[in-house]
């Protein structure tokens, strides 16, 4: 007989949505992205930026119907399942754990960068390690205590980019902005996509805290929407702002644009540089916590469905979270932090999500086709239009980001391969699921 499917407390509201959505992602908004400039100058880097934002725009009104109608917390993994059967639900599992795992380290490595900059006699590393296990602490408290920390957290990150902006904007000249504008023409337009998908990309993370949300039908679509309307208009006004007070090569190469910006402008030793970066902390330790908890509720949804060890599935007794998925995923993170550099781990991340999303768009296609009575509370606006263009934006990112990268890409789908081959070999591939939420149609 089948094992009874362990479950997760039903506690968030369309709040705790909504920081979780902004807290995923907002650190994309301090580090990362001024990666763009150094590929493809500010104005390319801007068209990147907006076509990224199309994307994310059409994807998230899209995807926001698959998590409302299966508010199942592997996401991605249990839409391809029921879309393409049990190698597509492999496939979009592996694509999610490679985003979720591997932006984590990035955001570490930022976070320990920041603190640098605030102390230099503080190394980088010991930080970044030492936020991982804080973090991961954290996070066995329960879900509801984490996203109250994150919504604090995401406030305050909120509140410090909209000072940063009304600081640094007085200062904006265009003719920095157009020092450099298309150095490399149109082909730096896309190879600078993986850095415009960084101030976006882990938002679709909401989706694993979907079976710790109270009515999810109603609320998961309020989190959605107000979390992308937030992100767009913060990852437009940094980055145009921050382009026109300098020349923007001094700062396309740093973990911490944001506090050089400051101290550019106000001098590095005025009190403002040193409490803006002090409290510019809060929005990478927002993502970096939310993150945290999107892998461990995927490695928990996809061990509770017997595709990775079952003792990752294990739900703490006290505190009713998956506490060996967050482990687990915290020593990953931290052996991916000490092998590779912050571009790079970015890079690999990127690929892992817009596979995400070419596989959620294709699930949403099928879905509607193969489960035409599914209850799906939000409708998908402009249907097919939307998802089509989030589909076809996804496949362009993907063949570019390939391009400019066949080293880093080679590793994603060698190991994409590998896991499959295993997957099938180990007959895994016709195990019969004991999870009801993916077999009930």
């Known amino acids: 007989m089948p094992q009874p499917a362990a479950h997760l407390k039903k506690v968030l509201k369309p709040i705790h949505l909504w920081a979780i959505a902004v807290g995923l992602v907002i650190s994309g908004e301090y580090f990362g992205w001024n990666y763009g400039w150094g590929v493809a100058g ?13 994307l994310y725009v059409t994807f998230i009104f899209s995807y926001t119907e698959l998590t409302a109608a299966i508010p199942h917390a592997g996401g991605p993994f249990a839409y391809s399942y029921k879309a393409f059967g049990p190698i597509g639900g492999f496939i979009a599992g592996y694509a999610t754990l490679v985003e979720f795992l591997l932006a984590p380290p990035a955001i570490a490595f930022a976070l320990g960068s920041y603190v640098h900059f605030l102390y230099p006699a503080i190394s980088v590393m010991p930080v970044a390690i030492g936020g991982y296990i804080v973090f991961t602490l954290i996070n066995f408290l329960g879900i509801k205590e984490s996203a109250i920390f994150t919504l ?52 679709e993370g909401v989706a694993m805290v ?12 309020k989190g959605y929407i107000y979390g992308i ?28 644009p944001l506090p050089e910006s400051i101290s550019i402008v106000l001098g590095k030793n005025n009190s403002w540089t040193n409490i803006f970066a002090g409290i510019g902390l809060f929005g990478l330790i927002a ?24 003792f990752l599935s294990t739900v703490h007794p006290k505190f009713q979270t998956p506490h060996w998925s967050l482990i687990v995923g915290g020593f990953i993170g931290i052996i991916a932090l000490l092998t590779g550099s912050t571009d790079k781990v970015i890079i690999i991340s990127a690929i892992g999500a817009v596979v995400l999303y070419i596989s959620s768009m294709l699930s949403l296609f099928m879905l509607r086709k193969k489960l035409p009575e599914l209850h799906r509370p939000f409708k998908t606006p402009f249907y097919p239009y939307f998802p089509a263009i989030a589909l076809i934006l996804s496949i362009i990112c993907l063949l570019s980001i390939v391009w400019y990268n066949l080293l880093l890409a080679g590793i994603f789908f060698g190991g994409l391969v590998i896991a499959v081959i295993i997957f099938v070999a180990a007959g895994i591939h016709k195990k ?5 939420v993916l077999v009930d149609s």
């Not at 500010?42 to 199309?54: K, N, R, S």
């Not at 979907?210 to 679509?221: F, G, K, L, Y």
């Not at 019969?432 to 009801?436: G, V, W």
């Open 229 to 256: 309307g937030t992100l767009v208009l913060l990852a437009l006004g940094v980055m145009f702002f921050t382009g026109g007070i300098t020349d923007p090569n001094r700062l396309s190469n740093i973990d911490y």
């Open 287 to 310: 993502s970096f916590h939310g993150i945290i908890i999107s892998y461990s509720r995927q490695l928990f949804a996809m061990a509770r469905v017997g595709y990775l060890p079952s």
């Open 210 to 221: 979907a079976e710790e949300v109270d009515d999810p039908q109603r609320n998961i679509p």
């Open 432 to 436: 019969e699921l004991n999870d009801e």
């Open 152 to 203: 604090i957290v995401t406030v305050l990150a909120v509140v410090e980019l909209l000072l940063f902006m009304s600081i640094v904007a007085p200062h904006f000249e265009m003719k920095n902005f157009m020092l450099h504008p298309m150095p490399f023409g149109y082909a730096g337009i896309f190879a600078a996509l993986p850095f415009a998908i960084w101030f976006y990309l882990a938002i």
């Open 42 to 54: 500010t104005l390319g880097f801007l068209i990147a930026t907006i076509i990224v934002t199309i």
